[in-house]
């Protein structure tokens, strides 16, 4: 299995632009989580989802941001319009059941200009 | 709130001296902890967890209830232990982590 596959790996854009992120978690995973990493704050939970369902938004910052699991392998971040705050790394994990153990994508480091 | 606070953003160590990477906790409910690791151009990935009790590549960390902490260890640091280290805590369903450590072993 590669794990869980996370595109592009990095992204350059203009501020006002659509920005998509994507991810496809590992096969059987039931449980995908996005976080947003950088240096001031860290990682931070952005949203996650069980069973394809969206469970918690509230580390969502604005409503710029938006979510979607369509099926149980794929899932997309979109930022719409982006601002230059919002360039950091961009995280997607899966796990099996719970938090027991999460597995990390390469992330997407969104850089907007 | 639930959260877990790693006091020092950056950490330097010699090769062969101890190493400690210091997080606290504020949780309602036993406390379930967990060391993650991103070392350089890999992933971030599971180090350990405070329930299997384990030891792996040499650390170790205690949940100590009186001091709500669970400080990351080992006893002699390696070159290859420099990388960033996430102290994070279990909520419901979710795992939030802390602002994270950036440990450096000097040669």
């Known amino acids: 299995d590669a794990g869980v596959i996370q595109s592009p790996r990095h992204e350059v854009t203009e501020m006002g632009q659509e920005v998509t992120l994507r991810c496809k978690p590992i096969?059987?995973?039931?449980?995908l989580f996005w976080y947003r990493q950088t240096m001031m704050r860290g990682l931070e939970l952005l949203i996650y989802?069980?069973?394809?369902?969206?469970?918690?938004d509230s580390g969502m910052p604005e409503d710029r941001f938006s979510a979607k699991m369509p099926n149980a392998s794929f899932s997309t971040l979109k930022i719409q319009p982006s601002e230059p705050r919002d360039s950091a790394v961009y995280f997607c994990?899966?796990?099996?059941?719970?938090?027991?153990?999460?597995?990390f994508g390469s992330g997407t480091q969104l850089s907007v200009l | 709130a639930q959260r877990v606070t790693q006091p020092e953003k950056l950490l330097s160590v010699f090769k062969g001296a101890p190493v400690e990477l210091k997080c606290n906790y504020s949780?309602?409910?036993?406390?379930?902890l967990f060391w993650y690791v991103q070392y350089s151009r890999q992933r971030l990935q599971l180090l350990l967890r405070?329930?299997s009790r384990e030891s792996i590549k040499g650390f170790t960390a205690d949940l100590n209830k009186g001091e709500t902490s669970f400080h990351l260890k080992k006893p002699f640091a390696q070159e290859e232990d420099s990388a960033m280290y996430y102290c994070?805590?279990?909520?419901?369903?979710?795992?939030?982590f802390g602002t994270g450590t950036r440990l450096t072993v000097i040669p």
């Open positions: 994990a899966s796990s099996l059941a719970g938090v027991e153990k999460l597995f």
């Open positions: 096969s059987g995973h039931n449980s």
């Open positions: 989802f069980n069973n394809n369902v969206p469970i918690d």
């Open positions: 949780y309602s409910g036993s406390p379930e």
């Open positions: 405070h329930i």
């Open positions: 994070a805590g279990a909520g419901a369903n979710n795992l939030f």
